[in-house]
């Protein structure tokens, strides 16, 4: 074997990190530093004159040289072969995996190609667990939605439950002040539980993606006016009012989601507000419609402004202490900002207050289509207005069934769609009927109040009642003709027998 020319290179590559060959065009080694005979397990004299391909599993033998006369021929760099499977055999018969990149050397009277070689067993290990850790992740995430979607239903009943029972017992004649004033302090526990239900399923639905806008042009006062009528109640007992500015903007988004971002905000505003008001406000501007939520609050340090949009953060409050809100709101609203691709922006300034403005694209006032108003209607008085209340649950049904016959309904419970048709048969005075969505043997409410409507008449009006977080009790309900409301479970009695009314109010 004739010596090595360029004596400066084996010179150079002998302090490479990486094992590094020297291979002529007969695919003989000529030159390999020590890392070489590390990796491969040979003698440094061994390797010198060995075919570079004694390197490499049998198997690869044969294509390599065909590789290697291709790459002779066209004489240019060749990357390190990052996405290929290959393999490195060492003197012991042991494979492992490796990178390799090769570069010609043009010299006399030969030329040569300088071969990197890099042992990728770690770098595949961790490649492996990294995959692993993310299917695991994944599984984990599935596992939690599965959860959810299986136990809200059985987390809402109960609570459901107990919010009904809390309506019946307000309601009965015999409840002193003290009676009231236990029954009051039990409503305000049970609200408080289902508003942290609500919060952590609704991330939990935001994650998976189950919700779904519904993007339409849709007027801004009207909403800040529901809004200012909804959050009066809670502003008047901390001595607080809630102000708006006339507007007639009109935006484009999902109305449900951006009134539930600025109820959000607005249940914010008043906790850490103590005296003053809150202010909703629009504005249009170039980029769009502009919303205001501003208090007087004890405002924000910059250094918290990074943070408020995270579970759980609250400020100024001691984890020990009893505590209004789990510091879920703004998550939610963060979420469902990047869901509807809009911007908020945040400016506070301690001391003084803080305002949470929310950029909504404007929308074309034309495209809105006015609501007809009903025409009211009332049963003839004395009469009892009957309703059928289909529910497999015995405890809710108890519930339900106590609450209105207190507030003077009339009231025909069935446990299964076909009790529920029976009963049907026998009363063909039901005015409404309240229906729960997920029933036994496999039934459902939409099912059931279609059914019922086939004996009594499509014109009976109907609520359907469900703890399902998922869009299967939505999508269903959409088959069901006739005039319907939909509610989420735990229900208080106050909204319940709301729905009742705006029913019956119904022509």
Known sequence: MQPLPYPLVPAVLESAPDAMLMVDAAGFIRFA????????????????????????PKRFRSAHVVHRDEFARSNRRRAIDSGLDLRGLRADGTEFPVEISLNPVHCEPEP?????????????????????????????????????????HDLRQPLHSIALLVGALQRLPSSGPEALGLIHSLNASVETVRQLLNALLDISKLESGRFQPETRNFRVGPLLQELQAE?????????LEIVIASTDDTARSDP???????????????????????????????DGVRIDVSDSGIGMA???????????????????SSREGYGLGLAIVQRLVKLLGLRIEVASQVGVGSTFTLSVPCGVSAAISEPVEPRGFRAPEGRQRHVLLIEDDAGVRQATEMLLKTEGYRV??????????????????????????????????????????ATLGNGTKAILVTGDTTLAAHDQRLK?????????????AERLLEMLDELIDLE
């Open 33 to 56: 530093n020590q890392q070489v005979s590390s990796l491969f397990g040979y003698p440094h004299e061994e390797l010198l004159g060995m075919p570079v391909e004694q390197l490499m």
């Open 112 to 152: 040569f190609f300088i071969a990197a070689i890099r042992d990728i067993t770690s770098h595949l290990k961790l490649e492996r667990e990294l995959r692993e850790a993310r299917a695991e992740a994944e599984r984990a995430n599935l596992a939690k939605s599965r959860f959810l979607a299986t136990a809200s």
């Open 231 to 239: 959050f009066s109640g809670a502003a008047h007992e901390k001595g």
């Open 256 to 286: 449900i989601l951006v009134g539930q971002i600025l109820r959000n905000l607005i249940a914010n505003a008043i906790k850490y507000t103590t005296k003053g008001r809150v202010t909703l406000r629009s504005r249009r501007e170039a």
């Open 302 to 320: 910059p250094d918290h402004l990074a943070y408020i949009f995270d579970e759980f953060y609250q400020i100024g409050i001691d984890p020990n």
């Open 412 to 453: 025909t419970p069935a446990a299964s769609l076909d009790e529920a048709l029976k009963r049907a048969e026998e009363s063909r005075d039901i005015e409404v009927i309240v229906s729960d969505f997920h029933l036994c043997d496999g039934a459902n409410g939409a099912d059931a109040i279609s059914a019922v409507r």
């Open 480 to 492: 069901v003709d006739g005039p319907l409301r939909f509610a989420q479970k735990p229900l208080n």
